[in-house]
């Protein structure tokens, strides 16, 4: 192998090694963060999906935070046992299941609206930079998923 050319087998070359040690350091930026909110990095996922969509029934939660229902109706439960959300049966349909925000979990959203600017001062990056990680991460995501259909 010529000098110039890197080991494509080298780990430090591995996209899946960088994402993978990405997303543990990442979480583990958040830990600190999110502590005082009194929740946990997916409790955090959750929340925003039910502040940005609001009563979403499982199956939508679950495709929104890309989790299957299996991981997420645990989390789920333990959220509802911290008062946070609900899990409602609707009168009209006693099969599907539905999921809302109490009051408290609404109370929630005016305490994260620090963790934004929080992250932004930890990863000591801008929005700019952050946008554009954050675009490229989702044509990574979109390009994998799109592979594993095919």
């Known amino acids: 192998m010529p000098s110039d050319m890197r080991d494509p087998l080298a780990l430090e070359e591995q996209v899946c090694f960088a994402l993978a040690v990405a997303s543990r350091s990442v979480v583990a930026a958040y830990r600190a963060v999110l502590e005082p909110l009194g929740l946990t990095h997916p409790q955090y996922l959750v929340m925003l999906a039910l502040w940005q969509h609001g009563e979403v029934g499982i199956k939508r939660l679950s495709e929104l935070l890309h989790l299957d229902p299996g991981t997420l109706s645990p989390l789920v439960k333990r959220m509802e046992q911290l008062g946070l959300l609900e899990r409602v049966r609707p009168p009209h349909d006693q099969r599907s299941l539905r999921i809302r925000l109490t009051a408290a979990g609404v109370d929630l959203k005016r305490e994260?609206?620090?963790?934004?600017?929080?992250?932004?001062?930890?990863?000591?990056?801008?929005?700019k930079d952050l946008q554009e990680a954050n675009a490229l991460l989702h044509g990574i995501i979109d390009a994998a998923q799109a592979a594993a259909e095919r």
């Open 112 to 127: 994260a609206l620090g963790v934004p600017a929080a992250m932004l001062e930890r990863f000591g990056m801008s929005v």
